[in-house]
Nanobody, 123 residues
Framework: VQLQASGGGSVQPGGSLRLSCAAS????????MGWFRQAPGKERQFVAA????????NYADSVKGRFTISRDNAKNTVYLQMNSLKSEDTAVYYC?????????????????WGQGTLVTVSS
């Protein structure tokens, strides 16, 4: 499975961005999908996940109420809508696919990673 993330860029605090991650090689419906991020000098951390059905979602406390994850299995694409961005959201964002289909995406059990897209929040 290949995951291609896009949509990163530079934005001012309070702004919005929408990340996309397109999957190819296998139907995305085979996987729970997640977004992780990694800031310079820090470990990769969980941001959000959506179950393979799209029914269940979960978020890191730091992004709850600001970020929304969604998926379109017909388009083999998962999205991350990011609103009210803060400087501490600056990181490289990675999409991830987990074949366990438990509804939770854990960094140590990810099967496939996208290449990352940089989000910079700065005035």
């Amino acid at each position: 499975v290949q995951l291609q993330a896009s949509g990163g860029g530079s934005v001012q605090p309070g702004g919005s961005l929408r990340l996309s991650c397109a999957a190819s090689g296998r139907p995305m419906s085979n996987f729970d999908m997640g977004w992780f991020r990694q800031a310079p000098g820090k470990e990769r951390q969980f941001v959000a996940a959506v179950s393979w059905t799209g029914i269940s979602t979960n978020y890191a406390d730091s992004v709850k109420g600001r970020f929304t994850i969604s998926r379109d299995n017909a388009k083999n694409t998962v999205y991350l809508q990011m609103n009210s961005l803060k400087s501490e959201d600056t990181a490289v964002y990675y999409c991830a696919a987990d074949s366990r289909r438990s509804g939770m995406v854990v960094v140590s059990q990810v099967d496939y990673w996208g290449q990352g897209t940089l989000v910079t929040v700065s005035s």
